[in-house]
């Protein structure tokens, strides 16, 4: 199983602050998906099932 760092609840409204105040659109959901590194755990899921 593949562990997953949650970030703080300090480090959540810290970047709901910055977004809130760049007065743009949120990001797009590839673009999350990148900034929490869940691409990074896809990936290595996908090598593991490969493995089997």
């Known amino acids: 199983?593949?562990?997953t760092v949650k970030p703080s609840k300090e480090q959540?409204?810290?970047?709901m602050a910055r977004r809130q105040a760049q007065h743009q659109p949120p990001p797009s959901c590839q673009e999350i998906r990148r900034?929490?590194?869940?691409?990074?755990?896809e990936a290595e899921r996908e090598e593991r099932s490969r493995r089997r």
């Open 12 to 15: 959540v409204r810290e970047y």
């Open 35 to 41: 900034q929490l590194g869940w691409e990074l755990v």
């Open 1 to 3: 199983m593949v562990n």
